[in-house]
């Protein structure tokens, strides 16, 4: 009990270290552009916050209804796959013992530690050979693999897999396939969770690769617009607060998925800490 | 640690395999410009100018073998020259590109721009552009031409008309007046303006309009002269002005910075024509209270001024069709139809002789009280000294120099310090990169 009041204050301070700049732009988002410069930062002024979103939403035939609409393609179909891909891999990886396992999994984690923005300029210039640069493919591609997530699912299914019952079913006439969807992966079903959840915020918020693959303002997701945009402030003052106010409606996405998903989050992060 | 480095090296050496496959081919260069005899064809043109999609439009329904395909992208330095650089090196860049006057010598330098003073068509429009436009251009080089001259910059005196006329100062017509002016608005409670610490850019329109030139080229070699007499001159004065604390030093387009106009702290700023909408958007509260008037001059009775910004069209090495896309800038860049869109959708004041003399430009502006004020700036314009040439590594000019200003603005050193470091910073670069520079 001791420690309490140090705890809360720490955590206080976090708290509020976080949210701040969150509270800034939402109350940013609800200022019209003249209020915007000359009233108090954290607090309102005339709230336009309705006027505001409408604009965005309608600004040059609704470009930004796009990008959100690429984002979430891009986010959550590679986050889909790759989990997919990544629970596979991992739990062939902790369940067969084959020759070679080793290797592959020390290749598969000297993967987590180069940076994606190392990889970007050598898959343009790959996929620029290919003819497939500024493609929708040219961003989801490379946003399937995720070796960080082959790392987990592989600790998570040598913990939650017991051999014995890959046995049982193997004794009771499943296939290795059937195995794995039936019984396998819902015993990974946390695990699986943190992994989509980590390639959801790691794919919604990768910039670079967009930024270098894409020319085509069709396809890009809601990160480059925005980007975009604010390089043209300069030109174009009204962006600024577009600017603004399409940064707090693309974050609302992240947020709906944690809120929908951090009960399995939490559920999957005990698990491994205690087995 | 010995496991992670592998990858690492491996991706590094596949970068390199792959850059060495694709380096652009020197063929497309011998290429003449003339009208390729394909019935159709279309060309990509990435730009960040806001709405550049409206105005293709009008060329493609008017043009329907000549099609245009936009890309866009954030603005050249914060990542579209990047993507150019990556383009060119993988093959496969844009058949025209947006390019400002002080970036296409990077790209001169890595061989990545068509030379369209072969195009007759080009050489024809010379005429149309302003002298000095076309020297952002053609690098002074007789017959060349590595772009469309697209917009410009030319600088004028945005000052409080109320506030001047309430303090009975006078509008400043030098550089002397307007220290002497300084002292007064200090005297008042404000700034006379705010010396940008950070966009080295108004230093560099500064320098220009002092007669300064950073950069030359004799066609063997570089030289840079960022300390030359001019540019010490300009940097000695404005170290004055911030010694006796008469200028701010707020950080340039920042909401910090919008507010010091929109509360009256700054009371003028020496800016581009593009200007007159960055002060009605940041300050909104002052509508009515500015005017325009024409650069201080550095001799009483001169009518020098200098240059902040502008842009170019290029055609990109590798263009199957330079003719066609040479045909296409040259529209974009001197058609009333198109001039008159570009200054509506982005504020883009035209490099044309005749560009002045558009119908939009004709009006007076409500937010400077009515006055004509790009009478001001068509006079401006035509007063820019010709010859400034900018060197093929600004990126990194600006940033050593923007280091060496903020230091400086904080009381680490002086300005002119800076400019020497720079200087010497420059050279380097240009070392590195292998571009010969003479010392």
Redesign the interface.
């Known amino acids: 009990m001791k420690g309490r009041p140090a705890a809360m204050t720490v955590m206080g301070v976090c708290t509020v270290y976080f949210l701040t700049p969150i509270w800034w732009l939402f109350v940013s988002a609800t200022k019209t552009?003249?209020d915007?410069?000359?009233t108090a930062p954290l607090w309102f002024a005339d709230v336009a916050l309705v006027d505001n979103v409408r604009e965005v939403l309608t600004y040059r035939d609704g470009i930004f209804v796009r990008w959100m609409g690429n984002s979430v393609l891009y986010t959550a179909g590679a986050a889909l796959i790759g989990t997919l891909l990544a629970a596979m891999c991992g739990y062939a990886l902790a369940i067969y013992r084959f020759p070679g396992r080793e290797t592959i999994f020390?290749?598969v984690?000297?993967?987590v530690?180069?940076p994606a923005t190392?990889?970007a300029?050598?898959l343009?210039?790959?996929f620029?050979?290919a003819g497939a640069?500024?493609t929708f493919w040219a961003v989801f591609l490379p946003s399937l693999v995720n070796p960080f997530g082959v790392y987990l699912a592989r600790i998570y299914a040598a913990a939650s897999v017991p051999g014995e019952l890959v046995e049982a079913a193997r004794i009771d006439g499943a296939g290795e396939v059937r195995t794995f969807f039936t019984i396998s992966a819902r015993l990974m079903l946390p695990a699986l969770v943190t992994i989509f959840l980590f390639q959801f915020t790691a794919v919604w918020n990768n910039f670079l690769l967009p930024?270098?693959m894409?020319?085509?303002?069709r396809l890009f997701p809601v990160t480059?617009g925005l980007?975009?945009w604010?390089?043209?402030?300069?030109?174009?003052?009204?962006?600024r607060g577009l600017v603004l106010v399409g940064a707090l409606l693309s974050v609302v996405p992240l947020v709906v998925a944690f809120l929908l998903l951090q009960r399995f989050w939490r559920n999957g992060l005990g698990t491994g800490s205690v087995k | 640690m010995k496991?992670?480095r592998?990858?690492?090296a491996v991706?590094a050496s596949?970068?390199v395999l792959?850059?060495a496959c694709?380096a652009p081919d020197d063929t497309a260069d011998a290429a003449a410009c003339t009208p390729g005899d394909a019935q159709s064809v279309t060309l990509?043109y990435?730009s960040?100018?806001?709405g550049i999609e409206e105005v293709v439009d009008v060329w493609n329904k008017a043009n329907p073998k000549i099609q245009i395909k936009v890309?866009?992208?954030?603005?050249g330095n914060?990542?579209t020259y990047?993507?150019f650089f990556?383009?060119l090196?993988?093959?496969?860049p844009?058949d025209l590109g947006h390019i400002e006057y002080d970036a296409l010598p990077s790209f001169r330098v890595q061989d990545g721009l068509f030379d369209l003073g072969a195009c007759a068509n080009v050489a024809d429009a010379r005429g149309q552009f302003i002298d000095w436009t076309w020297d952002q251009v053609s690098f002074g080089e007789e017959n060349s031409a590595y772009g469309i001259p697209q917009d410009s910059g030319p600088m004028a005196l945005f000052y409080r008309k109320d506030l001047f006329e309430k303090n009975t100062i006078a509008v400043p017509a030098t550089w002397d007046e307007y220290a002497a002016a300084a002292e007064k608005v200090r005297a008042a409670g404000g700034y006379i303006t705010n010396f940008s610490q950070s966009d080295i850019n108004q230093f560099a329109g500064l320098s220009w309009q002092a007669g300064a030139h950073w950069f030359a080229n004799d066609g063997d070699a570089w030289t840079v002269r960022l300390t030359d007499p001019e540019t010490t001159k300009v940097a000695a004065y404005w170290q004055g002005l911030l010694d006796r604390k008469l200028v701010s030093t707020v950080p340039p387009?920042t909401?910090e910075w919008?507010?010091a106009y929109?509360?009256g702290s700054a009371w003028t700023w020496v800016s581009a024509v593009?200007g007159a909408?960055?002060i009605s958007?940041?300050?909104?509260?002052t509508a009515g209270r500015w005017a325009v008037a024409p650069m201080p001059q550095w001799q009483a009775g001169g009518a020098v001024s200098g240059n902040w910004g502008g842009s170019s069209t290029a055609v990109f090495k590798g263009s199957a069709h330079p003719y066609e896309a040479a045909q296409f800038a040259l529209w974009l860049n001197t058609s009333e139809e198109a001039l008159t869109l570009l200054a509506q959708k982005?504020?883009l004041y035209p490099a044309t002789k005749a560009g002045a003399s558009l119908p939009v430009y004709a009006q007076g502006v409500e937010f400077y009280g009515g006055q004509k004020i790009y009478e001001v700036f068509a006079q401006a314009a035509t007063q820019v000294t010709p010859g400034f040439v900018w060197g093929p590594t600004m990126t990194s000019t600006y940033a050593t120099t923007s280091d060496g200003f903020k230091t400086a603005v904080s009381g680490g050193g002086t300005l002119t310090g800076a400019l020497a470091a720079a200087q010497r910073s420059t050279v380097d670069t240009l070392k590195s990169q292998s571009i010969p520079v003479k010392e």
């Open positions: 552009r003249a915007f410069t000359t020390n290749v984690l000297g993967g530690l180069v190392a990889l300029l050598p343009f210039l790959i620029s050979r640069a500024n930024l270098i894409l020319g085509d303002e480059l980007y975009t604010n390089t043209q402030v300069n030109q174009v003052p009204q962006l | 496991i992670p592998r990858p690492l991706a596949v970068a792959v850059t694709s990509t990435t960040w100018i806001p890309q866009t992208g954030p603005n914060n990542g990047q993507n990556n383009q090196r993988a093959g496969n844009p387009w909401t919008d507010h929109n509360s593009w909408n960055s958007s940041g300050a909104p509260d982005a504020n």
